[in-house]
């Protein structure tokens, strides 16, 4: 008669080496540290480790975690420094960040009035987290600060020529822009965006650009768990040759959880009545 306690055994080691085969085709994370909020909640601590493997082909789809997103990502890497045309030198001459003017003194529509970030300063400022979304013939991408979303059309069209101008049903200009997309490779996704509303900055050091400018981003995922994208700059009535914004690098999330990050008018507001218009601006703007 067989023992039933050696079927329990071979049972439980049956159970034991199938769990154990399943969690070695895993993303390797370490540990969440948030308990059951983690399904609410997304905790930079719970992080992808390795590559995770080689990317799957030509798809960004999911959310990553940026350099401001606690979860350890390299930092932002800055790009050149422009070279302004004289009508360029004039327009940044009259843009006073907040770093060298303090909130008292900065004219930096976002920090003083919470107005959009617009494109490309939300890829270079404040970079919490991006997630990307693909439909049949575009990529949505959104932002984790201040919840923005634009759409990459893939579908062959060409940008529009005519922004802003005056004849009828010439398009009107964008904080995003209009963007259009095509894969260079199994894993790169260029970008090309021009009509960006000449109100916003490309950075918060308060460069300027034109509605007629182009911008290009390179998004290159190295593998299943890296992603980082190069901006590059064209706007010759500015600048005197194009030049690279800088690269910005994401890793995986795991759980593919955003918390909501947003800069609100009512609270700018408050703050700048309270602390930081009477603490005075920083005359000297250095």
């Given at each position: 008669?067989?023992?039933?306690?050696?079927?329990?055994?071979?049972?439980?080691?049956?159970?034991?080496?199938?769990?154990?085969?399943a969690?070695?085709?895993?993303?390797?994370?370490?540990?969440?540290?948030?308990?059951?909020?983690?399904?609410?909640?997304?905790n930079?601590?719970?992080?992808?480790?390795?590559?995770?493997?080689?990317?799957?082909?030509?798809?960004?789809?999911g959310?990553?975690?940026?350099?401001r997103?606690?979860?350890?990502?390299?930092?932002?890497?800055?790009?050149?420094?422009?070279?302004?045309?004289?009508?360029?030198?004039?327009l940044?001459?009259?843009?006073?960040?907040?770093?060298?003017?303090?909130?008292?003194?900065?004219?930096?529509?976002?920090?003083?009035?919470?107005?959009?970030?617009?494109?490309?300063?939300?890829?270079?400022?404040?970079?919490?987290?991006?997630?990307?979304?693909?439909?049949?013939?575009?990529?949505?991408?959104?932002?984790?600060?201040?919840?923005?979303?634009?759409?990459?059309w893939?579908?062959?069209?060409?940008?529009?020529?005519?922004?802003?101008?005056?004849?009828?049903?010439?398009?009107?200009?964008?904080?995003?822009?209009?963007?259009v997309?095509?894969?260079?490779n199994d894993?790169?996704?260029?970008?090309?965006?021009?009509?960006?509303?000449?109100?916003s900055?490309?950075?918060?050091?308060?460069?300027?650009?034109?509605v007629?400018?182009?911008?290009?981003?390179?998004?290159?995922?190295?593998?299943?768990?890296?992603?980082?994208?190069?901006?590059?700059?064209?706007?010759p009535?500015?600048?005197?040759?194009?030049?690279?914004?800088?690269?910005?690098?994401?890793?995986?999330?795991?759980?593919?959880?955003?918390?909501?990050?947003?800069?609100?008018?009512?609270?700018?507001?408050?703050?700048?009545?309270?602390?930081?218009?009477p603490?005075?601006?920083?005359?000297?703007?250095?």
């Amino acid at each position: 008669m067989r023992d039933p306690r050696n079927t329990l055994i071979a049972s439980l080691a049956a159970v034991l080496a199938f769990g154990l085969a399943a969690m070695a085709q895993m993303p390797k994370t370490q540990p969440q540290a948030n308990g059951e909020n983690s399904k609410w909640m997304y905790n930079g601590r719970n992080r992808v480790e390795g590559s995770g493997g080689p990317a799957p082909v030509r798809d960004l789809s999911g959310t990553w975690a940026g350099p401001r997103s606690g979860a350890g990502v390299p930092d932002f890497r800055n790009g050149d420094t422009p070279s302004l045309t004289p009508a360029g030198q004039k327009l940044f001459g009259a843009n006073k960040s907040l770093s060298k003017f303090s909130p008292a003194g900065t004219n930096d529509p976002f920090v003083r009035t919470c107005d959009p970030l617009g494109f490309p300063r939300a890829e270079v400022d404040e970079i919490r987290g991006i997630s990307f979304a693909t439909m049949p013939n575009r990529i949505v991408v959104l932002y984790q600060f201040q919840q923005a979303w634009r759409e990459i059309w893939m579908d062959g069209r060409e940008l529009p020529k005519n922004i802003g101008g005056s004849e009828k049903g010439a398009p009107d200009p964008r904080y995003f822009g209009y963007s259009v997309g095509r894969w260079e490779n199994d894993n790169t996704l260029v970008v090309d965006t021009t009509g960006l509303d000449d109100r916003s900055w490309l950075d918060r050091d308060g460069h300027p650009h034109t509605v007629q400018g182009h911008v290009q981003e390179r998004f290159t995922r190295t593998d299943h768990n890296d992603l980082q994208v190069t901006i590059t700059v064209n706007d010759p009535q500015i600048y005197n040759q194009p030049f690279s914004l800088g690269t910005v690098y994401f890793k995986w999330i795991p759980n593919q959880l955003f918390d909501e990050k947003l800069c609100i008018p009512s609270e700018t507001i408050e703050y700048l009545k309270s602390v930081g218009d009477p603490a005075g601006e920083n005359r000297s703007g250095k």
